[in-house]
Nanobody
Framework: QLLLVESVGGSVQAGGSLRLSCAVSGSANYNYFMAWFRQAPGKKEREGVAAIQTGGSSTYYTASVKGRFTIAQGNGNNLLYLQMDNLQPEDTAMYYC??????????????????WGQGTQVAVSS
């Protein structure tokens, strides 16, 4: 199984930047995509923010973060990053690293992921 451990998030003012990282260890039968999800205060479900094909270059973003967030892998795919620029108050959420996805479901679909980190808080003030 995969073990995913996120770095500590943070608090910034609108327009600021943060970089999240996720340490990945172990193995899984399927790990075609890795992704970042977030759950905003008061929202029931986690939202797919960004995904990347494991070991590849294809990336996927939800519309609200395109051009502001960048997902990347490092250290031989043992690290997953989310660079967040021009942060806005609506980006405030608990952010989760996710892995263990198959290739036959959409990369930002919640149910495609079987392994999750513990979550890290990001707060953006106006």
């Amino acid at each position: 199984q995969l073990l995913l451990v996120e770095s500590v998030g943070g608090s910034v003012q609108a327009g600021g930047s943060l970089r999240l990282s996720c340490a990945v260890s172990g193995s899984a039968n399927y790990n075609y995509f890795m992704a970042w999800f977030r759950q905003a205060p008061g929202k029931k479900e986690r939202e797919g923010v960004a995904a990347i094909q494991t070991g590849g270059s294809s990336t996927y973003y939800t519309a609200s973060v395109k051009g502001r967030f960048t997902i990347a892998q490092g250290n031989g795919n043992n690290l997953l990053y989310l660079q967040m620029d021009n942060l806005q108050p609506e980006d405030t959420a608990m952010y989760y690293c996710a892995g263990g996805a198959s290739h036959w479901l959409p990369p930002l679909q919640l149910s495609n992921y079987n392994y999750w980190g513990q979550g890290t808080q990001v707060a953006v003030s106006s």
